[in-house]
């Protein structure tokens, strides 16, 4: 398994509302999905030690079957913000993606307000 990202900037992270992002993505019929997991992609390269192309992996996540070789590497790279294991997350990814979507989120909110707390 490759190493495990570490948070190295949470100021790199932003706080973003699951509700507004569910609304978003129905009313754009999903298109809102692809811009959050390139902002999502884009802020795990900024806060994580994880070397990410977010560009890359936007147009990855498009490729059938490559798209799963992005997941997996999405999957380890998201648990410097979660506190579950890739193996899990890449599965719930594959079978139920709103999940990890709310996890990712969820991490990712936890990690903005603990910057924001730091620098308040």
Not at 9 to 21: E, I, N, R, Y
Request: proline residues 4%.
């Amino acid at each position: 398994m490759a190493d495990s990202p570490e948070v190295t900037d949470p100021s790199a992270f932003t706080h973003g509302s699951l509700a507004t992002q569910v609304i978003l993505c129905v009313v754009t019929f999903g298109l809102y999905g692809l811009y959050w997991w390139y902002k999502t992609n884009e802020q795990l390269d900024a806060g994580t030690s994880a070397d990410i192309s977010p560009g890359f992996r936007t147009l990855g996540i498009l490729i059938p079957l490559y798209n799963l070789v992005v997941i997996w590497r999405f999957s380890n790279d998201i648990t410097a913000v979660t506190d579950y294991d890739e193996l899990i997350l890449f599965i719930a990814f594959v079978v139920f993606t709103p999940i990890v979507w709310y996890l990712v989120q969820t991490g990712i909110n936890e990690v903005a307000g603990g910057a924001a707390e730091t620098a308040a």
